[in-house]
Every structure is written in C-alpha cells, then in structure tokens.
C-alpha cells in the first residue's frame, strides 16, 4: 500500500532553517510529484511547491521563493522540503501529498518556531 | 489576487444532502480541474474528488463533484456524522503556475 512518512515535530529559532523528509512505499518514487502544503493552526491549506523526483526538478509558489528548498534521495524514495529564515508565521504543520492529485498524503510534522 | 471562495459553514441533518461552492475569481478557473479534500480534524486531508467529478477508490458515491465555467460544487447526500469535518477545493491557476486551496468549509452534521 501507498504511504508517505514524514520525520517528527522540530522546534526551531526565528532565523534558523528546517529539513522536513519525506519516506515513500508500495509505489514507483520516480514516477509521482511530490508536493508539499502547509497550514497553520486553525488556518486553511496553503501549496509551497512541488518536486519532480525523477529529474529533481522543483517549482515552488511565489511565496516562498528563495526560502524554500526541494530535493530528494531516490536511494531511499525521501523527498525533502526545507524552509530557511524562518519566522514566527512559519509555525505550521507541513505535509507532503503525492502526485498532481494530492492523492496520498503523510501524516503532517509540526514545525513550531519559538524563541 | 485570485482566490477560491468557499462559505465558511454549513450544516445538515443526519440523511440530509448538503452543497458546498467554490467559486473561482480567476478567468483561468474554467480551464482547469477541481479536486476536494476533506479534513478531519487533527489529521491529514483526504482526497475526496478530482478532475472535477472523480472519486477515488474507496470513496463513497454519497460524494459527488460539479463544475460550471465559474463555479465548482461539492455535494454530500445522505449525510453522516461522520462526515462531520473541513472540506477544501483546489484548482491549478495558470496566471500564477500555483496551486489554489479554497479557504474552507466547516460541514456540521446536526
């Protein structure tokens, strides 16, 4: 079956980056998109950018240009997503979801900054 | 600024059907597809349907997905108290090469 693992909550300081992973089964890494969405507490879903794992390629929303980074691993079908500069609005949980349909998604990590 | 609008709440009794809109502000919002997710609480979303009608594997008939040239709706007959949760739409907007997310909409089964 489908599934997608993300590494565990981080606290982090304004101004320090985190490195959210990403761990994909029961399917072909290479061949799915990865996009990765955040939200904050009681807030909707916001897109940060997708990732295609078999050219490494990565778009990522306006937003968050120049503070996000996309990459992967195909030895280990990890994506990564890793945000940098980070301030207080940053405080979120980020999820990956796979593909153009967002069809499976994992279970979310809570990325708290806190000074 | 292109947005999605969904209305913040709805609410329906057990058996009831119930419709959420989505309107698109974009002129792009015709020429792409829609697709809903639903959140429980405290979890990750869950696709509910995508290319504007289509139901993944498992998911009930009970949920069904239209789409106008400027509108996209979501309804939900036969309701449950399971279905009690935060539903989502989210479309590709071409001017902007982003991905779109409505702002929500809070389903309360009475």
């Known amino acids: 079956q489908v599934q997608l693992v993300q590494s565990g909550a981080e606290v982090q300081r304004p101004g320090a980056s985190v490195k959210v992973s990403c761990t994909t089964s029961?399917?072909?890494?290479?061949?799915?998109?990865i996009n990765w969405v955040r939200q904050a507490t009681g807030q909707g879903l916001e897109w940060m950018g997708w990732?295609?794992?078999?050219?490494?390629?990565?778009a990522y929303a306006h937003k968050f240009q120049g503070r996000v980074t996309m990459t992967r691993k195909t030895s280990t079908n990890t994506a990564y997503m890793e945000l940098s500069n980070l301030g207080f609005e940053d405080t979120a949980v980020y999820y990956c979801?796979?593909?153009?349909?967002?069809?499976?998604w994992g279970q979310g990590t809570l990325v708290t900054v806190s000074s | 600024q292109p947005v999605l609008t969904q209305p913040p709440s709805v609410s329906a009794a057990p058996g009831q059907k119930v419709t959420i809109s989505c309107s698109g502000s974009?002129?792009?919002?015709?020429?792409?597809?829609i697709s809903w997710f639903q959140q429980v609480p405290g979890t990750a979303p869950k696709l509910l349907i995508s290319?504007?009608?289509k139901r993944p594997s498992g998911i009930p008939d009970r949920f069904s997905g239209s789409k106008s040239a400027t509108s996209a709706t979501l309804t939900i007959t036969g309701l449950q108290t399971g279905d009690e949760a935060d539903y989502y739409c989210?479309?590709?907007?071409?001017?902007?090469?982003?991905?779109?997310f409505g702002g929500g909409t809070k389903l309360t089964v009475l």
């Open positions: 979801t796979r593909g153009g349909d967002f069809d499976f």
């Open positions: 029961g399917y072909t890494f290479t061949s799915y998109d």
């Open positions: 990732m295609n794992p078999d050219t490494g390629d990565a």
């Open positions: 974009s002129s792009n919002f015709v020429n792409y597809y």
């Open positions: 290319d504007n009608n």
């Open positions: 989210e479309t590709w907007d071409g001017s902007l090469s982003a991905i779109l």
